[in-house]
């Protein structure tokens, strides 16, 4: 299979409709039809059922869209992290750590303040994402190591060491009546009247169906919290960043949050040993 029967078909899987593919892809459709239609000859399967409601995946077709999604993220990871090292070869080293706006705020400050003052440190970019992306983002080659947070953050296939471990806070807009308590359980904030989880960005981009509001970062949520549209539970670490306008009280039946520094396993960059070997003396 080629790469780009990968992506023609990844796009068809995801939209579920020949036209909407075709003008992702900025192509015409009956040559995308031809394409699928080819692939699934070779394949000696259908992948995907054509009916006149509409485009469904078969059983072959989903495995195959869960393998072409890491299989295409692998070509786009080995492109990124050659790029990067023909960087470090023409002395422009740097080590790209990703982390979640709003999330270890303070460890990150503590571990670029470290990782500056060690002798020939080398420079490190760091990116912020969304919740839930930095796995995706290490993966597919965007950056050298992330900040993740178990159990939330999958580690699978992942090299780490763990950095921390911490309880969670819900965070309610200030003057909610559980102003003043120590303490709350999760049967009490899970479904606060009027006070909704968030919906985060799925891996695609679009937001699953439910009540709450859909935000796409860190300060947004905190906006929404402080105008009594939503509330969260999160590692105790937010407090770090909260407004005056947002409460945090502790969830003492929540699961603890354990942040680690991840890196792929094949990776034998120094830098990335070095920076790591800073996280975790910190």
Aim: charged share 25%; net charge neutral.
């Amino acid at each position: 299979m080629e790469t780009r029967e990968l992506r023609y078909f990844v796009a068809v899987a995801e939209e579920l409709h020949f036209g909407r593919a075709a003008q992702r892809l900025g192509m015409a459709q009956p040559p995308l039809s031809r394409s699928i239609a080819q692939l699934e000859r070779r394949l000696g399967t259908t992948l995907l059922e054509r009916t006149s409601r509409g485009v469904t995946l078969t059983g072959p077709g989903a495995v195959l869209l869960e393998e072409a999604r890491a299989a295409l993220a692998a070509v786009a990871a080995a492109e990124r992290r050659t790029r990067r090292a023909a960087e470090a070869a023409e002395g422009k080293p740097a080590v790209a750590l990703v982390a979640k706006a709003g999330a270890s705020t303070e460890l990150v400050a503590k571990l670029l303040d470290a990782c500056a003052g060690e002798p020939g440190a080398v420079g490190v970019d760091v990116i912020l994402c969304g919740p839930g992306q930095q796995g995706r983002m290490l993966r597919e080659g965007h950056a050298d190591v992330a900040l993740l947070h178990a159990p939330f953050d999958s580690l699978a296939g992942l090299d780490y060491e763990n950095l921390g471990t911490e309880g969670q806070v819900v965070l309610l807009p200030a003057g909610h009546p559980f102003t003043g308590r120590t303490e709350v359980r999760t049967d009490e904030v899970s479904d606060l009247p009027g006070l909704p989880q968030p919906r985060w960005p799925q891996a695609d981009g679009r937001y699953e169906a439910g009540p709450g509001p859909e935000v796409r970062d860190h300060a947004q949520l905190l906006q929404l919290i402080a105008l009594g549209r939503a509330s969260v539970i999160a590692p105790d670490s937010v407090r770090a960043n909260l407004r005056h306008d947002v409460l945090a009280i502790p969830v003492v039946d929540a699961p603890h949050v354990t942040t680690v520094i991840a890196w792929p396993p094949h990776s034998r960059s120094r830098a990335v040993a070095d920076l790591v070997r800073t996280a975790t003396r910190l």
